[in-house]
Protein backbone atom coordinates (compact mmCIF):
# COMPACT_ATOMS: atom_id res chain seq x y z
CA UNK A 1 0.00 0.00 0.00
CA UNK A 2 1.23 3.66 -0.77
CA UNK A 3 3.49 4.57 -3.28
CA UNK A 4 7.45 5.94 -2.33
CA UNK A 5 7.61 8.05 -5.32
CA UNK A 6 4.65 9.87 -5.06
CA UNK A 7 3.42 12.49 -2.62
CA UNK A 8 3.98 12.85 1.37
CA UNK A 9 1.05 11.47 2.13
CA UNK A 10 1.56 8.36 0.64
CA UNK A 11 4.52 7.33 2.03
CA UNK A 12 5.62 5.20 3.12
CA UNK A 13 4.94 2.32 0.92
CA UNK A 14 4.37 -0.59 3.40
CA UNK A 15 2.29 -4.22 3.63
CA UNK A 16 -1.12 -4.32 4.92
CA UNK A 17 -3.04 -7.57 5.06
CA UNK A 18 -6.97 -7.35 4.67
CA UNK A 19 -9.67 -9.95 5.85
CA UNK A 20 -11.79 -10.88 2.79
CA UNK A 21 -14.37 -8.79 1.06
CA UNK A 22 -16.57 -7.79 -1.88
CA UNK A 23 -16.86 -4.33 -3.86
CA UNK A 24 -19.13 -3.42 -6.01
CA UNK A 25 -18.42 -3.86 -9.67
CA UNK A 26 -19.17 -0.28 -10.13
CA UNK A 27 -19.95 3.10 -8.28
CA UNK A 28 -23.40 3.64 -7.42
CA UNK A 29 -25.39 5.02 -10.22
CA UNK A 30 -28.32 7.32 -10.87
CA UNK A 31 -30.83 4.55 -11.06
CA UNK A 32 -29.73 2.50 -7.54
CA UNK A 33 -29.46 5.56 -5.62
CA UNK A 34 -32.82 6.69 -6.74
CA UNK A 35 -34.54 3.21 -5.05
CA UNK A 36 -32.83 4.34 -1.69
CA UNK A 37 -33.84 8.15 -1.93
CA UNK A 38 -37.89 6.76 -2.64
CA UNK A 39 -38.28 4.01 -0.22
CA UNK A 40 -36.01 5.96 2.59
CA UNK A 41 -37.97 9.59 1.51
CA UNK A 42 -34.29 11.19 1.40
CA UNK A 43 -33.44 14.47 -0.44
CA UNK A 44 -32.55 14.23 -4.17
CA UNK A 45 -29.18 15.05 -4.94
CA UNK A 46 -28.45 18.56 -5.79
CA UNK A 47 -26.81 17.54 -9.15
CA UNK A 48 -29.80 16.30 -10.24
CA UNK A 49 -31.48 19.73 -11.37
CA UNK A 50 -28.57 19.53 -14.27
CA UNK A 51 -29.43 16.84 -17.12
CA UNK A 52 -25.90 16.14 -17.35
CA UNK A 53 -26.13 14.11 -14.43
CA UNK A 54 -29.11 12.41 -14.38
CA UNK A 55 -28.51 9.39 -16.93
CA UNK A 56 -29.53 6.39 -14.89
CA UNK A 57 -26.29 4.54 -15.47
CA UNK A 58 -24.00 7.35 -14.62
CA UNK A 59 -23.13 7.37 -10.91
CA UNK A 60 -24.42 9.19 -8.69
CA UNK A 61 -22.58 12.30 -7.46
CA UNK A 62 -23.32 15.65 -5.13
CA UNK A 63 -23.61 12.84 -2.27
CA UNK A 64 -22.02 13.83 0.91
CA UNK A 65 -20.09 11.26 2.74
CA UNK A 66 -22.96 10.94 5.21
CA UNK A 67 -25.61 10.36 2.20
CA UNK A 68 -23.19 7.68 1.27
CA UNK A 69 -23.00 6.06 4.29
CA UNK A 70 -27.04 6.83 5.26
CA UNK A 71 -27.39 4.04 1.53
CA UNK A 72 -25.11 1.60 3.20
CA UNK A 73 -27.36 1.59 6.17
CA UNK A 74 -30.33 1.55 4.14
CA UNK A 75 -28.84 -1.61 2.00
CA UNK A 76 -27.81 -3.41 4.81
CA UNK A 77 -31.57 -3.18 6.37
CA UNK A 78 -32.74 -4.91 3.18
CA UNK A 79 -30.45 -7.80 2.95
CA UNK A 80 -28.59 -10.29 4.92
CA UNK A 81 -25.29 -8.45 4.47
CA UNK A 82 -23.29 -5.79 6.22
CA UNK A 83 -22.88 -2.94 3.51
CA UNK A 84 -20.35 0.12 4.09
CA UNK A 85 -18.14 2.28 2.38
CA UNK A 86 -14.16 0.82 1.26
CA UNK A 87 -11.84 1.68 3.88
CA UNK A 88 -8.74 3.23 1.90
CA UNK A 89 -6.66 0.24 2.11
CA UNK A 90 -9.65 -2.34 0.86
CA UNK A 91 -10.16 0.53 -2.20
CA UNK A 92 -6.60 0.23 -3.25
CA UNK A 93 -6.19 -3.71 -2.94
CA UNK A 94 -9.09 -3.47 -5.31
CA UNK A 95 -8.10 -1.20 -7.95
CA UNK A 96 -4.47 -2.94 -7.64
CA UNK A 97 -5.68 -5.97 -9.31
CA UNK A 98 -3.84 -8.44 -7.30
CA UNK A 99 -0.26 -6.88 -8.79
CA UNK A 100 1.61 -5.04 -6.17
CA UNK A 101 3.83 -1.65 -7.13
CA UNK A 102 2.31 -0.25 -9.83
CA UNK A 103 1.11 2.91 -10.75
CA UNK A 104 -2.18 2.39 -12.61
CA UNK A 105 -4.62 -0.25 -12.41
CA UNK A 106 -3.18 -1.69 -15.94
CA UNK A 107 0.35 -0.66 -15.34
CA UNK A 108 2.72 1.86 -15.39
CA UNK A 109 1.82 3.45 -19.39
CA UNK A 110 0.51 6.92 -19.06
CA UNK A 111 -2.87 7.52 -18.63
CA UNK A 112 -3.50 9.56 -21.70
CA UNK A 113 -2.68 6.52 -23.63
CA UNK A 114 -5.79 4.57 -22.58
CA UNK A 115 -8.45 3.71 -24.32
CA UNK A 116 -11.06 6.79 -24.72
CA UNK A 117 -9.08 8.75 -22.83
CA UNK A 118 -9.23 12.15 -25.29
CA UNK A 119 -13.08 11.63 -25.88
CA UNK A 120 -14.25 10.41 -22.80
CA UNK A 121 -15.46 12.68 -19.15
CA UNK A 122 -16.10 16.11 -21.49
CA UNK A 123 -18.18 17.80 -18.88
CA UNK A 124 -19.92 15.33 -16.59
CA UNK A 125 -19.03 11.40 -15.76
CA UNK A 126 -19.44 8.95 -17.87
CA UNK A 127 -22.10 5.57 -17.52
CA UNK A 128 -20.75 3.13 -15.67
CA UNK A 129 -18.68 0.19 -17.36
CA UNK A 130 -17.58 1.79 -20.77
CA UNK A 131 -14.08 1.18 -20.34
CA UNK A 132 -12.70 -1.84 -20.11
CA UNK A 133 -12.42 -3.53 -16.91
CA UNK A 134 -9.61 -4.21 -14.31
CA UNK A 135 -8.23 -7.90 -13.63
CA UNK A 136 -10.50 -7.92 -10.54
CA UNK A 137 -13.62 -7.21 -13.48
CA UNK A 138 -14.19 -3.66 -11.79
CA UNK A 139 -14.90 -0.95 -13.62
CA UNK A 140 -14.14 3.00 -13.22
CA UNK A 141 -12.54 2.10 -10.30
CA UNK A 142 -9.29 5.30 -10.40
CA UNK A 143 -11.45 7.30 -12.65
CA UNK A 144 -14.87 9.15 -13.66
CA UNK A 145 -15.75 10.28 -10.33
CA UNK A 146 -13.99 10.46 -7.07
CA UNK A 147 -15.50 7.37 -4.43
CA UNK A 148 -15.78 8.49 -0.48
CA UNK A 149 -13.72 5.68 1.60
CA UNK A 150 -14.76 5.20 5.00
CA UNK A 151 -11.91 6.68 7.08
CA UNK A 152 -10.91 9.30 8.83
CA UNK A 153 -7.72 11.36 6.60
CA UNK A 154 -4.46 12.06 8.01
CA UNK A 155 -1.86 12.61 5.95
CA UNK A 156 0.49 11.04 8.16
CA UNK A 157 -1.27 8.06 8.75
CA UNK A 158 0.97 5.49 7.25
CA UNK A 159 3.92 5.98 9.42
CA UNK A 160 2.01 4.09 12.14
CA UNK A 161 -1.16 2.54 10.73
CA UNK A 162 -1.50 -0.89 11.70
CA UNK A 163 -0.34 -4.07 9.28
CA UNK A 164 -3.98 -5.30 9.52
CA UNK A 165 -6.97 -4.27 8.71
CA UNK A 166 -6.35 -0.08 8.82
CA UNK A 167 -9.53 1.42 8.99
CA UNK A 168 -8.01 5.52 9.30
CA UNK A 169 -7.33 8.07 12.35
CA UNK A 170 -10.32 7.52 15.11
CA UNK A 171 -11.10 11.12 14.15
CA UNK A 172 -10.79 13.96 12.18
CA UNK A 173 -12.12 16.69 9.70
CA UNK A 174 -12.05 15.28 6.54
CA UNK A 175 -13.03 11.95 4.98
CA UNK A 176 -10.89 9.93 2.56
CA UNK A 177 -11.53 9.69 -1.07
CA UNK A 178 -9.73 7.78 -4.03
CA UNK A 179 -9.76 7.47 -7.53
CA UNK A 180 -10.18 10.68 -10.34
CA UNK A 181 -12.43 12.49 -11.48
CA UNK A 182 -14.04 13.43 -14.91
CA UNK A 183 -13.12 17.35 -14.06
CA UNK A 184 -9.61 17.20 -13.38
CA UNK A 185 -7.00 17.72 -15.84
CA UNK A 186 -5.53 13.83 -15.48
CA UNK A 187 -8.80 12.07 -15.97
CA UNK A 188 -7.20 8.80 -13.95
CA UNK A 189 -5.52 9.05 -10.91
CA UNK A 190 -2.66 6.28 -9.41
CA UNK A 191 -3.94 3.79 -7.09
CA UNK A 192 -2.28 5.05 -4.08
CA UNK A 193 -3.46 8.49 -5.24
CA UNK A 194 -5.32 9.64 -1.75
CA UNK A 195 -7.45 12.52 -1.90
CA UNK A 196 -9.96 14.46 0.96
CA UNK A 197 -12.97 16.70 1.91
CA UNK A 198 -14.78 17.23 4.45
CA UNK A 199 -18.05 14.60 4.99
CA UNK A 200 -20.25 17.10 4.73
CA UNK A 201 -19.84 18.54 1.03
CA UNK A 202 -21.27 17.65 -2.23
CA UNK A 203 -19.80 17.83 -5.13
CA UNK A 204 -20.57 16.89 -8.48
CA UNK A 205 -17.18 14.52 -9.24
CA UNK A 206 -17.93 12.73 -5.68
CA UNK A 207 -19.49 9.19 -5.72
CA UNK A 208 -19.06 6.14 -4.36
CA UNK A 209 -19.11 1.80 -4.41
CA UNK A 210 -19.66 -0.31 -1.11
CA UNK A 211 -18.58 -3.28 -0.03
CA UNK A 212 -19.75 -5.84 1.96
CA UNK A 213 -17.55 -8.33 4.56
CA UNK A 214 -17.40 -11.82 3.66
CA UNK A 215 -17.40 -14.84 6.27
CA UNK A 216 -14.11 -16.74 5.41
CA UNK A 217 -15.90 -19.82 6.48
CA UNK A 218 -18.37 -19.14 3.79
CA UNK A 219 -16.34 -17.66 0.97
Given amino acids: MGCDQGAACERPAHRVNLGPFRIGKYAVTNVQYRQFIEDANYAIPPSWSDPRFTHPDQPVTSVSWYDAMAYCDWLTKRSQNIYSLPTEAEWERAARGGVEGRLYTWGNQPPEGQTGYH ?18 GLYDISENVHEWCCDWFDPGYYSSSPSR ?35 DYRYNDYGFRVVVMVNPESG
Fill in 119 to 136: ESWISSPEPVGRRPASEF
Fill in 165 to 199: NPRGPATGSRKASRGGSWRHQVKIARVAARSSIPP
